[in-house]
């Protein structure tokens, strides 16, 4: 094994940590980083512990130290061991132990100093995974602070490396060169119609007879894998197919690993676990589909979700190299040339789109103050830390400070998500430790105990299951039991007491429900006593994934947390009433459920008890014109009974009145004429207390006092008119006066409204007698502007609308005279009104009243 590149620079790497506690590897893949360095370390003086190597994948850990421990010419478990959660190999003799990052980040939570840790090896980091990222920030800092001493590696296959380097204080780049094995490219071009399982069998095929030696074959998922398996059992029955993948027991694992021992020809069918760290001996072909599937956090959904996208370009450069790492070799793509460029240059980093509240609660652990003050290359970000901070809050981790809670130290002292190690210390409490640690690992391993939405039947199957994985797992479980039941032998935190049924019960707990809300209800003592059923635990660790059936099929579900989910029609949970969501996939609105456990309705209200609330509802009957008030009983948006509401809180009911005058604007008020009219003046003169934006804005100051004891908005329209009056100060009313009079008194001494809501701005009308004698036309407002006069005949009929009044008696009104004298021969129709008197007498009225 001289002959690999990383000997080039060892001795460089090897002097650097002898001077300073930090380096960064930058070596491509086949360089033989993984194999070589760590025990490389044992040699030198200051490596008088252990020396960590982390591993982003358990298969990868386990070739590795395996791969190392043969270097040795030892057995695993010697100078070399592993640990990964299903399997381990280490012993008082071992100097190097290859762990998976969450192994590593529990391991310095429990122990900061890393007591009796020379070195810490972070391999492969440029893949950007949580863990790595918080394990790495969390070295640098007990680096900092308590183990000065403590030498960090950071190896990475790409350039990325000196990121890496600008994080880590008295750090050397060490990089070395890869071998240079021919490596060619064969552009097979994409094919929509097909499915990938058929694409990829049509692919390996073609390889299979025009190319030599092994063929490494890059599929997304396990259904993809299997799928293009059957194909090829067809198509190549002479070859020799091998999945590679985390749900493939170690035997099978390694198989894909070596060459075969009988010489026969392999393909091995992976999935992304084979981009990196791993050399699968004899290989020579890639074929590569070009899909990644990765879990991102729906935000919106609450869950994390697989999505299938394009690999990266960084991603398709690891996946063939495999091809050439240990002589020359071919990549065949299904995708064109072309569009290669259009890729993604890498993989987003795991912090940027995951769930965060691990890592919250780590860092709360931790004791981590600031966690943006930490050495990360991409922080994680604040409203996504934000959220999972509250869900640590609603799951009694942390307290409302963001303090950890000793609840939340027990949580953290699990190897599991936070809800899913809340949920087994709650199992623990009610004698169900194994019974949730077993679920526990069902949710987070995939493929145990088969497929099926059904989690029941999946737990049913795992438990008869006698493999040696299955076995593996069930071993794991008991030891996760056995530490939630050592944590709960201490009194329950987070939760007051427990309930005389047997659940525990917040501190918190909403008010009682009223009788006539719980009619059917079950109390069932001697149900409760028994331990809670798998529904009931997967409910404590997701309460917001508790769902109702809304339609008969089965297939429409609500959620407690008021999101909906889908369900196969045809699936054996679609004829339950409530069920328990393990995960879903798809979008928020609409998310397809792929395991969940039927939930008995009796449960929800003795088991889940703790989880309602008593709500009172108030809706717009807007039909109706008035509030309707309700009281419910809830878990969460799913209503479980709904009666009227006799005394609803009158502040909440005058709230939802003026939101309603909010929507609908000031035409949802019964507005009288006096108040539109005093709302139009107040328009045209600018005074801002009466403009509408304000008046919304306030309605809290003028409005609620008038619906105090209402259930609707039937104001009478003089209360609104005074409350509308009383906004305005003494000078706000003389300036509205001033600029927009209510009223126009003409010469005759009778006065007339003013519309100022007409089309053509502030109009009045009035008799045209009225006018005589007035030679200048009337002007409002400030800047002033004509008054339109709307000028009628002495039986109110429209004559002339005018805004220039003495145009109008030297112009038309010679033509409204000869209409007008024969119409009204008793009114007068002088040639010159404006010198005439005004007056609305007739002309002998008129003329008899000059006369005395």
């Not at 380097?165 to 071998?179: N, Q, R, T, Y």
């Not at 991409?378 to 409203?383: E, F, R, V």
């Not at 009796?602 to 703790?610: P, Y």
């Amino acid at each position: 094994m001289t002959d690999l590149p990383i000997h080039a620079v060892l001795p460089d790497l090897l002097a650097a940590l002898a001077q300073q506690p930090n380096a960064v590897l930058i070596a491509p893949p086949g360089a033989g980083k993984t194999t070589t360095v760590a025990t490389a370390l044992l040699r030198e003086s200051w490596c008088t512990g252990t020396v960590i190597l982390l591993s982003p994948r358990r298969v990868a850990a386990r070739a590795a130290a395996e791969r190392m421990a043969d270097l040795l010419g030892e057995a695993p478990g010697e100078t070399v061991g592993y640990l990964t959660r299903l399997d381990s190999k280490r012993s008082a003799r071992t100097r190097v132990l290859v762990m998976t990052e969450a192994i590593f980040v529990a391991t310095i939570l429990a122990d900061p100093e890393l007591a009796g840790v020379s070195a810490v090896l972070f391999d492969e980091a440029h893949e950007r995974h949580l863990d790595s990222d918080l394990g790495l920030a969390l070295a640098l800092e007990a680096q900092g602070v308590l183990r000065e001493d403590l030498r960090v590696v950071v190896m990475s296959a790409t350039l990325d490396g000196t990121r890496f380097a600008a994080l880590m204080p008295d750090c050397a780049v060490i990089e070395s060169a890869g071998k240079a094995h021919p490596l060619r490219l064969r552009w097979l071009g994409s094919s929509p119609q097909l499915r990938t399982e058929q694409a990829m069998a049509n692919a390996i095929a073609l390889a299979w007879a025009e190319e030599e030696g092994d063929i490494l074959a890059f599929l997304p998922g396990v259904r993809d894998i299997d799928r293009t398996a059957e194909i090829l059992a067809q198509r190549l029955p002479t070859a020799l197919v091998l999945p590679l993948h985390g749900q493939v027991e170690p035997a099978g694992q390694r198989a894909a690993i070596r060459r075969d021992v009988q010489g026969r020809r392999r393909v091995v069918l992976a999935t992304a676990i084979a981009e990196t760290s791993l050399t699968l001996d004899g290989v020579r072909v890639v074929v590569d589909a070009g899909l990644s599937r990765r879990a991102e956090f729906d935000k919106v959904a609450g869950v994390t979700r697989l999505v299938t996208t394009r690999a990266s370009q960084a991603a398709a450069a690891q996946r063939a190299g495999r091809a050439a790492r240990q002589g020359p070799g071919v990549a065949y793509r299904l995708w064109e040339e072309a569009a290669h460029a259009g890729r993604a240059p890498f993989d987003p980093p795991e912090i940027l789109n995951t769930d965060l509240a691990p890592l919250a609660l780590t860092l709360a652990q931790w004791g981590a103050g600031d966690p943006a003050a930490m050495a990360w290359i991409d922080p994680p970000p604040a409203a996504a830390m934000a959220a999972a901070r509250g869900a640590l809050v609603a799951l009694g981790a942390l307290d409302g400070e963001g303090r950890i809670t000793a609840h939340g130290r027990a949580m953290a002292r699990l190897p599991m998500e936070p809800a899913l190690a809340h949920m087994l210390l709650f199992a623990a409490r009610h004698g169900a430790a194994q019974d949730a640690a077993r679920l526990a690992l069902l949710l987070q391993e995939r493929g145990l105990g088969g497929s099926g939405e059904d989690l029941a039947r999946r737990f049913d199957r795992w438990q008869g299951d006698r493999g040696t994985r299955a076995d593996a797992s069930r071993k794991l479980a008991a030891r996760w039991a056995a530490a939630a039941d050592r944590e709960a032998r201490g009194a329950p935190v987070g939760f007051d007491k427990l309930s005389p049924n047997g659940p525990l019960t917040k501190t918190n707990s909403s008010p009682p429900v009223r009788p006539e809300l719980v009619e059917g209800r079950q109390n069932n003592v001697a149900r409760n006593a028994a331990r809670p059923p798998l529904a009931v635990l997967l409910a404590e660790a997701f309460p917001d994934r508790i769902a109702r059936a809304r339609s008969a099929s089965g297939e429409e579900w609500l959620s407690s947390g008021g999101r909906g989910y889908r369900l196969d029609p045809a699936s054996p949970l679609a004829t339950a009433r409530w069920l328990v969501i393990g995960d879903a996939q798809g979008e928020a609105k609409g998310a397809r459920i792929m395991s969940a456990l039927a939930l008995d309705e009796d449960d929800v209200t003795t088991w889940l008890a703790h989880r309602l609330e008593q709500r009172h509802s108030l809706t717009w009957n807007a039909a109706e014109g008035r509030v309707e008030a309700r009281l419910e009983r809830r878990l969460g948006a799913i209503v479980l009974a709904r009666v009227p509401d006799p005394a609803p809180d009158p502040a909440a009911v005058a709230a939802l009145l003026l939101d309603v005058v909010r929507r609908e604007g000031l035409e949802a008020l019964p507005l009288g004429q006096a108040a539109r009219a005093l709302l139009t003046r107040g328009r045209y003169a600018g005074l801002p207390a009466l403009d509408e934006g304000a008046l919304l804005a306030d309605l809290e100051e003028w409005l609620a006092p008038l619906l105090a004891g209402r259930r609707d908005l039937a104001v009478s329209a003089g209360k609104l008119h005074e409350a509308l009056e009383s906004r305005l100060d003494w000078n706000e009313r003389q300036t509205l006066d001033r600029l927009a009079p209510a009223q126009y008194r003409s010469p005759a001494g009778t006065s007339h409204a003013i519309d100022y809501a007409h089309e053509g701005g502030p109009a009045v009308e009035l008799r045209v007698q009225a006018l005589f004698g007035l030679d200048r036309h009337p002007m409002i407002g400030q800047p002033p502007r004509p008054l339109l006069l709307s000028l009628t005949s002495p039986a109110g009929r429209p004559i002339q609308t005018t805004a220039d009044l003495p145009a109008f008696w030297r112009g038309s009104w010679r033509d409204v005279v000869k209409d007008m004298k024969g119409r009204y021969p008793r009114h007068r129709w002088p040639d010159q009104p404006w010198a005439e008197d005004p007056s609305l007498k007739t002309r002998n009225a008129f003329e008899a009243s000059r006369k005395s």
